[in-house]
């Protein structure tokens, strides 16, 4: 893991998973997230339905009978005294974005490249701040999401009160 200090606090913009929305056209989630500062403006992120209903249950804190893959590594966390300080969208190329989950231990943070749906499902998970870049946030789709989401069988599996 690469020691990494970039990406102040300054220069991020803070979100939270709004709800999590199904495209049944295409059996994906999108992820919808606000600013947690009150902007109205939302930034969206497609995932599978896998990785979406992952975010849900984290957002839901439902208990499966079993572990999952983000609760085991929440897990390895704990027990190993690494915690998860942040997670920070970082890049989008071709409209995909990339992440960077920051983990501290005995006082060095280092960084873990990650997609963004299992980066979002940790720091949920753990109650990690999430943040975009404002680079991220400026280059994001879909300036104009309103309408479009109203369109989509709108059938929300999972929300999250601010």
């Excluded at 940790?122 to 946030?137: G, N």
């Amino acid at each position: 893991m690469p020691e990494h200090t970039s990406h102040t606090a300054g220069t991020l913009i803070r979100l939270t998973v709004d709800r999590v929305v199904e495209d049944s056209n295409t059996d994906t989630r999108i992820l919808v997230l606000s600013r947690i500062d009150g902007g109205t403006e939302l930034f969206t992120v497609w995932v599978g339905a896998a990785e979406g209903e992952s975010i849900r249950r984290a957002l839901d804190t439902s208990v499966t009978p079993r572990p999952m893959s983000h609760d085991l590594i929440k897990s390895f966390g704990e027990h190993f005294g690494v915690k998860t300080e942040r997670v920070v969208l970082t890049d989008v190329k071709s409209s995909t974005y990339f992440a960077t989950v920051y983990l501290e231990s005995n006082g060095v943070t280092r960084t873990i490249d990650a997609r963004p749906s299992d980066a979002i499902a940790l720091a949920l998970r753990c109650q990690a701040p999430i943040y975009v870049t404002q680079d991220v946030w400026k280059r994001r789709s879909g300036q104009n999401l309103d309408a479009w989401l109203s369109k989509l069988d709108t059938k929300n599996i999972g929300t999250q009160e601010v």
